[in-house]
């Protein structure tokens, strides 16, 4: 065993085989656009081996908190992968449009919508069908293969990151224990936040009695979200017009998780949804400089998989998130100072003990 025979460099650094070359006329910077796509696939192999750890530590009745740790540092490294895929889009962006003309026209009707990797990725994270945009009027995966449509649709059939996640969430179990249930208190210290708040701009003597009036009604819209999310039937109704996800037990588990971090035995849990939510940014980011990239290289111009890849990506940046009930905590967090105390027999339990 020795370097080259480990690695395959031999098959690796013979794989690249630039088009342009084969026919007499080489563009210098085809290279560049293989190896950065070759490298794009490399590291989705990487992403999907580390989800599929994550997942099968979610995927059991009881998480077992000796693997939790596991589960977020695969995350975690999902995201450092996702950030430095990203950054080759800066790599890429040294090839000038002009370049790109020299070699562009030979890669028709290749696409980067043909990556069965990304799409499997999307769907592990929990991307349904229903809730992609279609492309050129068909479903995302009309451009692959056969065999490729068969392993997406597999993947759809087993149960995505998103849906363990929520199960996991939902089995939190010191939103009630005891006497303790975290609904109650968390209701009555968002009714003390919001009248404070009311009175504040009430006794404000800089705002206009209209500008008070659109404060106080923004306020009273925000104690109409914070009952929903309290209330199962009002909850549900607003689920099943897509409003939310995951289910409301999940969301309050994950609310509260955010609330009370620091105590220990949260704070694997809070780094895990921090994790969840940075692989989504990321995802988004990637779309969005992907499509900043396609439109500095091409303008409006059909690209080469007979498509407007542009508008798609743009959309897809925004429409294609998968923990966006993870981002909309922010709207129900109250500031430290007035954060219910938990019990000390529920404090106990969420700490490390040591007994000799």
Do not use: C, N
Not at 22 to 47: C, N, P, S, T
Not at 243 to 254: G, H, I, V
């Amino acid at each position: 065993m020795d370097y080259a025979s480990y690695l395959k460099l031999d098959t690796l650094l013979s794989a690249q085989a630039p088009e342009s070359a084969r026919r007499g006329a080489e563009a210098h910077d085809e290279m560049l656009f293989i190896v950065i796509h070759q490298a794009y696939e490399l590291w989705f192999k990487q992403i999907l081996h580390e989800l599929e750890r994550v997942a099968r530590i979610f995927s059991g009745r009881v998480v077992d908190d000796s693997e939790l740790g596991g589960a977020v540092h695969a995350a975690e490294r999902v995201v450092r992968i996702l950030q430095l895929v990203v950054s080759q889009i800066d790599v890429l962006e040294t090839m000038t449009p002009m370049d790109f003309l020299e070699f562009r026209d030979l890669l028709v009707p290749a696409s980067g919508f043909q990556s069965e990797q990304f799409r499997m990725i999307e769907t592990r994270l929990g991307l349904t069908r229903a809730a992609r945009l279609r492309f050129d009027g068909a479903d995302f995966d009309a451009r692959l293969d056969a065999g490729a449509r068969a392993r997406i649709e597999a993947a759809e059939g087993r149960p995505s990151l998103r849906e363990e996640v929520d199960e996991w969430l939902a089995r939190t179990p010191f939103v009630e224990m005891g006497g303790f249930d975290f609904r109650t208190v968390y209701d009555a210290a968002i009714e003390r936040m919001l009248k404070a708040d009311i009175e504040t701009i009430r006794a404000h003597a800089q705002l206009s009695e209209a500008e008070k009036q659109v404060q106080i009604s923004s306020l009273e819209r925000s104690s109409a979200m914070y009952d929903a999310l309290l209330d199962d039937s009002r909850y549900e109704t607003l689920r099943e017009t897509g409003a939310w996800t995951m289910s409301r037990r999940a969301l309050q588990a994950a609310l509260f998780i955010f609330l009370y971090r620091d105590e220990p035995a949260l704070q694997l849990p809070f780094r895990m949804l921090r994790a969840l939510m940075d692989i989504d940014e990321q995802m988004a980011l990637w779309r969005l400089r992907h499509a900043l990239m396609v439109s500095r290289m091409i303008g409006r111009k059909v690209g080469t998989g007979g498509s407007s890849g542009y508008d798609y990506l743009r959309g897809s940046a925004e429409k294609h998130r998968v923990f966006t009930d993870l981002f909309a905590i922010a709207t129900f967090l109250i500031p430290r100072s007035d954060l219910p105390k938990l019990p000390d027999a529920v404090r106990v339990q969420m700490r490390y003990r040591y007994e000799g």
